[in-house]
């Protein structure tokens, strides 16, 4: 009896053609794929790729689009894109809580891809940048660096302490 009409034939055959239907990758899948041939075919070093593009996007992106049932990139939406960052921000990954920066390092490599792939593949899509703390920056007073000036044993140290605390002064080219 041929393989393919006997009991175990069929059931072979349906095996493979369920796995086959498995490893098909997601039409998103094959997007990222390009995109990261594309950053290959820049000359980005090999850990910039697997790091900094590759993990957002393979280990991050698709699994939590795979969880949402989103395999075409026109399921991707502005408001869709704000429950990953949620989700991040919320959940975490893997090992557990992300801090904000992981997150927004995270983003803004899912938003690099989306803003190459915008060429009616995806659409105008961007996903929102957690807010980051901004540090705050301890400044001279003008009386301190008065003083800084006065205590300086040469000219050319007082000049390099002008130049340091008025930046742009002699040159209009400079922003202030």
């Known amino acids: 009896m041929p393989a393919s009409t006997s009991p175990i034939g069929s059931l072979l055959v349906a ?3 369920y796995k086959t239907a498995i ?3 997601s039409s998103l899948q094959s ?3 390009e995109y990261l041939a594309d950053c290959r075919a820049r000359g980005l070093s090999p850990k910039t790729l697997k790091d900094a593009y590759g993990y957002p996007l393979q280990r991050v992106l698709l699994p939590w689009c795979e969880r949402r049932g989103i395999t ?4 991707l939406d502005n408001r869709t894109l704000n429950q990953l960052t949620s989700d991040l ?3 975490g990954g893997k090992r557990g809580k992300l801090s904000r920066f992981t997150v927004n390092t995270y983003v803004r490599n899912v938003n690099l891809f989306l803003g190459c792939r915008r060429e ?3 659409g105008d899509v961007r996903a929102q940048s957690p807010k980051l703390p901004r540090p705050v920056l301890d400044v001279l007073s003008r009386d301190e660096i008065d003083k800084l000036e006065a205590v300086a044993r040469f000219e050319r140290d007082k000049v390099i302490v002008r130049l340091l605390a008025d930046p742009g002064s002699g040159d209009p080219s ?3």
Do not use: A
Request: hydrophobic content about 25%.
């Open 120 to 122: 009616g593949e995806i």
């Open 89 to 91: 921000l919320e959940v």
């Open 174 to 176: 400079c922003p202030q």
């Open 23 to 25: 490893l098909s990758t």
């Open 72 to 75: 075409e990139p026109r399921e």
């Open 31 to 33: 997007l990222i794929d």
């Open 15 to 17: 095996c493979k053609c």
